[in-house]
């Protein structure tokens, strides 16, 4: 149901339209000339505004102005029994969703109002979605620990300097949430963050992947590509997994942060890239270099600056503030009210081992929610039957 204001002198067609929308359910309200119907659309939220032109005193597109003026979002429908191209044109160019002639049309009335408010909905839940992904990629890091201050710390001096970081830690850790807020934090914000995770991608595709390829450069090469570091032009390549790239890609890899040039498969020109590489690994380097599966150049070329992300099992004075942080974060996205958490559940969660870190731990807590009633109580019987963990 929506919530409509017609403006028009005409009682006649005050009646007609509103017997027309209150039957197709929505609510109307309707005032008898510009100045009134600008002072109820000042007073109350309408989702659609139906406005005559040709009124006396103060005509529809001075209405439409003002509305415009004071930001009201409701869609605007300009009606008129004089209407011509120009005058539509001139209202649609003013703001005004839509323009419709007299004597007026049903099918063309619900038409226009279905598509207003369909197109009302599609943005506001565009809203919703972009708010959630800019929460998501706004996320910061949560804890309090020791281990979780130095590495806010470690963050606020180095992200405003281009050196590169090595972030080591498990799976799960939060690898990438580090990388972000160096990013985040940094002089290139306003650039690209592109991630790349090297463990997901084939040997034989990783080069192609990170440099870009020209056409023909392979079977299916059927035009130019352009490959991570020169998407990241300005901003910031975060290269996950980094120990699990093949040891040709390593050797580009190495080229690229030498010379801060690539050249694209297939292609023979030097491409200049301006870019701040940040990896991240959860495997011992050090030992894959003694092994030979990992480049000892490339290692001092990419740990200018070694952060060490704990394990969540090392940090599990930060579990409330995390369960806490994930109750929040994953009712607002379904628009629901976060359940509470009992004193002994919430211990039995801060003291199970968590081998899957912060990322088992999120699990965990959006299988709570699912099977706690609505507004309910997270209780020691819920996480004894559905938070399948096992206790330290």
Same mark, same amino acid.
């Given at each position: 149901m929506s919530q409509i204001l017609i403006i028009d002198d005409e009682p006649a067609i005050r009646s007609s339209l509103r017997e027309i929308l209150e039957y197709e359910g929505h609510q109307v309200f309707d005032e008898p000339d510009g100045a009134a119907g600008v002072r109820a659309a000042s007073r109350k939220k309408f989702d659609v505004i139906f406005c005559d032109i040709k009124m006396p005193r103060m005509d529809g597109m001075d209405v439409l102005d003002l509305l415009m003026e004071k930001g009201i979002t409701a869609r605007v429908i300009m009606i008129s029994g004089h209407g011509s191209v120009a005058t539509a044109v001139e209202a649609l160019k003013?703001?005004?969703?839509?323009?419709?002639e007299k004597p007026l049309d049903?099918?063309?009335?619900?038409?226009?109002?279905?598509?207003? /408010? /369909?197109?009302?909905?599609?943005?506001?839940?565009?809203?919703?979605?972009?708010?959630?992904?800019?929460?998501?990629?706004?996320?910061?890091?949560?804890?309090?620990?020791?281990?979780?201050?130095?590495?806010?710390?470690?963050?606020?001096?180095?992200?405003? /300097?281009?050196?590169?970081?090595?972030?080591?830690?498990?799976?799960?850790?939060?690898?990438?949430?580090?990388?972000?807020?160096?990013?985040?934090?940094?002089?290139?914000?306003?650039?690209?963050f592109v991630e790349v995770n090297c463990a997901a991608i084939p040997s034989e595709l990783i080069e192609s992947e990170l440099f870009g390829h020209e056409k023909g450069a392979f079977t299916s090469a059927v035009k130019s590509r352009k490959g991570k570091f020169e998407l990241a032009h300005g901003g910031t390549l975060f290269l996950d997994e980094i120990g699990d790239m093949s040891p040709d890609a390593q050797a580009k890899v190495l080229r690229a942060l030498q010379e801060s040039r690539i050249q694209r498969v297939g292609g023979d020109q030097d491409i200049s890239v301006d870019v701040r590489v940040v990896a991240a690994t959860n495997k011992d380097l050090k030992k894959a270099m003694s092994?030979?599966?990992?480049?000892?150049?490339?290692?001092?070329?990419?740990?200018?600056?070694?952060?060490?992300?704990?394990?969540?099992?090392?940090?599990?004075?930060?579990?409330?503030?995390?369960?806490?942080?994930?109750?929040?974060?994953?009712?607002?996205?379904?628009?629901?009210?976060?359940? /509470?958490?009992?004193?002994?559940?919430?211990?039995?969660?801060?003291?199970?081992?968590?081998?899957?870190?912060?990322?088992?731990?999120?699990?965990?807590?959006?299988?709570?929610?699912?099977?706690?009633?609505?507004?309910?109580?997270?209780?020691?019987?819920?996480?004894?039957?559905?938070a399948g963990i096992e206790a330290t």
């Open positions: 003013k703001g005004a969703f839509d323009f419709v049903l099918n063309r009335i619900l038409s226009t109002l279905r598509h207003a /408010t /369909t197109v009302q909905e599609l943005e506001k839940e565009t809203k919703r979605l972009s708010a959630v992904l800019h929460h998501e990629r706004q996320s910061p890091i949560i804890g309090e620990s020791d281990a979780i201050r130095r590495i806010k710390d470690m963050i606020a001096t180095v992200a405003p /300097t281009d050196a590169r970081v090595l972030i080591t830690g498990s799976n799960g850790a939060g690898k990438e949430l580090v990388a972000r807020s160096i990013h985040d934090q940094s002089t290139r914000s306003d650039g690209p092994e030979g599966h990992f480049r000892m150049d490339l290692f001092h070329r990419l740990a200018v600056i070694p952060i060490s992300v704990p394990s969540l099992n090392e940090r599990r004075e930060d579990i409330p503030l995390l369960v806490d942080h994930f109750l929040k974060s994953i009712c607002q996205k379904s628009g629901s009210m976060p359940p /509470t958490i009992h004193a002994k559940a919430l211990a039995k969660l801060t003291n199970a081992d968590w081998t899957g870190n912060i990322r088992e731990l999120r699990n965990v807590v959006e299988r709570l929610i699912i099977f706690t009633p609505a507004s309910g109580c997270i209780t020691e019987a819920i996480i004894d039957e559905f």
